[in-house]
């Protein structure tokens, strides 16, 4: 009999967690804080081509870069035609 009750206890605490996890993860008008999986396939996706760019508009601009001023900032100009050569997709 002992054993029943703590079966039934504590399949009455999951189903109670359960229901709170629920709650905690909805939003105010009820819906998934999260937003539907092809959402967050798209964002990713954008979200990398942006930092692909950024990282090709930084290389274009690392090779504009004259001895002088690579002096001054420290960074041998060898490190700056290295990373300028890299391909926009690595880091």
Do not use: C
Not at 29 to 48: E, K, Q
């Amino acid at each position: 009999m002992n054993q029943a009750h703590e079966a039934k206890a504590m399949i009455t605490n999951t189903q109670q967690s359960v229901r709170e996890n629920r709650i905690l993860s909805a939003s105010p008008d009820g819906t998934s804080r999260h937003p539907p999986r092809p959402l967050r396939i798209i964002t990713r996706a954008a979200d990398a081509f942006h930092r692909m760019r950024r990282r090709a508009r930084l290389r274009r601009d690392l090779e504009r870069i004259d001895d002088r001023i690579a002096r001054d900032i420290g960074i041998p100009r060898y490190e700056l035609e290295r990373e300028a050569a890299k391909p926009f997709w690595r880091k």
